[in-house]
């Protein structure tokens, strides 16, 4: 009789015990699975929440007097726009949007404003399979007016307004912000580099920091030692309290799965082992017959070792589908944004390779005793 049909026709004799080592391995993979999954939309929630508030890093150009830079809302001095093609390169900071900003009075019928006139392009990424958040691509001769702006000089989507001599349509006027945005009028960052003569030149970049794991003591050193010689003793701002909440929540769920998971595993382990043990100890006569029968220890063990995979592979996708079903059914009351998991199947195989390696390894005692047993001891027993 073969390895395969001998494990087979055990486990359908002892269904029980078969059926309680597939269970423990299912709960443990499915344990994982949950921990990690719920992980992984803890940490797109927040993502998602901390970029919403807002970009956290900014760049202004080498020499920038900060003093200035806080009192006007903008730097005094320029940097090439080539810029962002060099950062593209680096791993601290994503989401580059380049801006090219001054305040100027605008006049339209009698009525007047300050504004803030603010050049911008599309997002840059380092992930190019990100969605734009931040910036956004304005055709020629369009702007779009902040909410103050527009009651100031009472404009409607449509109107035609000038800015330093050049007529622009109002494509839209943005929702009250309750912030400086609402003074902005937007425009492409080509217009308003023509209209301020500074071809190819911007004033500041603004970008999100990128993750970095709790061994970096200080994230704002990483960035400025990486990003300011790139760009020639540029000035680095981390906008702290933003930048902080982000990694926080990030690194609470790291050390939620590697807190979690493994006491899981360890109790569906001992469990796996108790199992083995009763199992062997169920068997005893059966291994004695094998013994006399010629099978060498090597040939004992394996069967124990095959049977613990076949029961693990068989716990491991009942665990997968559970995992992943029971947290679709959790993921709607415990987020607000991320209603929906996402799963791929490289996490179906590492739980198939997981799953049986681990009922494997939780056998290994078990199955030395089976293996190291005198066979004369053990029909002496019967």
Not at 82 to 94: F, I, K, T
Not at 99 to 122: K, N, V, Y
Not at 139 to 153: K, N, Y
Not at 304 to 311: D, E, G, M, P
Request: glycine share 6%; aromatic share 6%.
């Amino acid at each position: 009789m073969n390895t395969l049909r001998l494990i087979v026709r055990e486990a359908l004799y002892r269904r029980w015990g078969a059926g309680l080592t597939v269970l423990a391995v299912a709960i443990a993979v499915a344990a994982a699975m949950l921990v990690v999954l719920v992980a992984r939309a803890s940490e797109n929630e927040t993502r998602i929440i901390q970029r919403d508030i807002g970009l956290n890093v900014v760049i202004l150009p080498a020499g920038t007097n900060l003093d200035r830079y806080w009192a006007l809302g903008y730097a005094d001095d320029t940097m090439p726009d080539a810029y962002l093609d060099l950062l593209e390169g680096q791993e601290v900071a994503n989401r580059l949007i380049p801006l090219l900003q001054r305040r100027i009075t605008i006049t339209r019928d009698g009525a007047s404003a300050d504004a803030m006139l603010t050049g911008i392009a599309a997002e840059r990424f380092i992930d190019k399979k990100m969605k734009p958040v931040f910036g956004f691509e304005l055709d020629p001769g369009v702007v779009r007016v902040g909410a103050t702006v527009a009651e100031r000089l009472a404009l409607t989507a449509g109107d035609t307004l000038d800015v330093l001599g050049s007529a622009f349509k109002v494509e839209r006027i943005l929702a009250p912000q309750g912030s400086a945005d609402d003074a902005r009028v937007y425009a492409s960052l080509a217009e308003v580099q023509r209209l301020l003569d500074l071809d190819g030149r911007i004033n500041e970049i603004q970008a999100l920091e990128c993750d970095c794991d709790e061994s970096v003591a200080d994230p704002f050193a990483r960035l400025r030692d990486q990003l300011s010689p790139m760009l020639g003793g540029a000035e680095i701002i981390r906008r702290e309290s933003l930048a902080d909440a982000r990694l926080a929540q990030r690194h609470m769920a790291e050390r939620q799965v590697r807190i979690v998971t493994p006491v899981i595993i360890i109790l569906c382990g001992v469990w796996i082992a108790t199992l083995m043990l009763m199992n062997v100890r169920e068997r005893r006569t059966e291994i004695g017959v094998l013994r006399s029968l010629g099978y060498t220890s090597t040939r004992i063990a394996s069967l124990w070792i095959a049977r613990a995979i076949i029961l693990g592979v068989l716990g491991a996708l009942a665990g997968y589908f559970v995992g992943v079903a029971l947290t679709g059914a959790l993921a709607p009351s415990l987020f607000r944004i991320t209603t929906t998991i996402d799963t791929d199947r490289t996490l179906l195989v590492w739980m198939l390779i997981a799953g049986p390696a681990f009922a494997a390894i939780c056998s290994l005692i078990p199955v030395a005793v089976a293996a190291r047993t005198d066979p004369a001891k053990l029909l002496e027993q019967t």
